[in-house]
């Protein structure tokens, strides 16, 4: 069985467990603290990031260039699309949310809510966190603007880029930081992902300290 040390609301993680899950892939997570910087798991990472993943006698880092050897070797369910064109939308949208919505978003208002308070430095710094909240607004609005002109993100077939989104937004989720009212049809597709099978052991985790919302685990919400 393959062996992936993670972070659980590490939004890279989630986009490798979810394509690992899709493709039926077996895996043993194993938390991993990378802020302490542990020299078995630096020797794994000297770049001391998470995920990193043991499969095919491989040891594997960065969530991208992991979600491409899984496509490559296990190309069924197709996560990426056979036409370069569809292929390349795929890719930029995966790099807007990994680059893009990361860093406007993600960094400013889950790193700045759980990471630093996992991580033992300080409170939240409360720019950051107002910048993220704006900044979201943008991101769901333009996720609208992509879903009233497509059924997924990408086009017509769920695909690397779905994920990639859902990782993101599943991890702020579990801190109240989606208004899903914002945009109805945004919030059917995450409804829609979010039954999937591969969902469902993201669905389950539990950060100490940090419990999810009620709605967090509902299908229906």
């Not at 899984?70 to 890719?91: F, G, M, N």
């Not at 695909?159 to 579990?174: E, K, N, Q, R, V």
């Not at 469902?200 to 685990?217: E, K, S, T, W």
Request: proline letters at 7%.
């Amino acid at each position: 069985m393959a062996k992936m040390f993670h972070v659980p609301l590490s939004p890279f993680c989630r986009k490798v467990r979810l394509s690992l899950a899709e493709k039926k892939i077996g895996v043993d997570l194993v938390e991993e603290k990378y802020w302490e910087a542990d020299a078995d798991f630096l020797r794994r990472n000297p770049a001391a990031k998470v995920p990193v993943l043991q499969l095919d006698g491989i040891i594997m880092s960065e969530s991208g260039p992991i979600c491409e050897y899984l496509e490559e070797t296990r190309p069924e369910p197709s996560l990426l699309p056979k036409d370069p064109v569809a292929r390349l939308e795929v890719r930029r949208l995966v790099n807007w949310f990994d680059d893009k919505f990361h860093h406007e978003v993600t960094s400013k208002l889950l790193y700045e809510r759980v990471n630093k308070k996992m991580m033992g430095q300080g409170y939240p710094d409360s720019k950051n966190v107002k910048a993220g909240a704006k900044a979201i607004k943008y991101h769901l609005d333009y996720m609208t603007w992509l879903l009233d002109h497509r059924r997924w993100l990408a086009g017509d077939q769920m695909t690397l880029a779905d994920f990639a989104a859902a990782a993101h937004l599943s991890s702020l989720d579990y801190i109240s930081d989606v208004d899903w009212n914002r945009s109805a049809v945004v919030k059917d597709w995450y409804a829609k992902i979010k039954s999937r099978p591969a969902f469902r052991n993201i669905l389950a985790d539990q950060v100490p300290g940090f419990p999810p919302p009620r709605h967090y685990n509902d299908l229906d919400f």
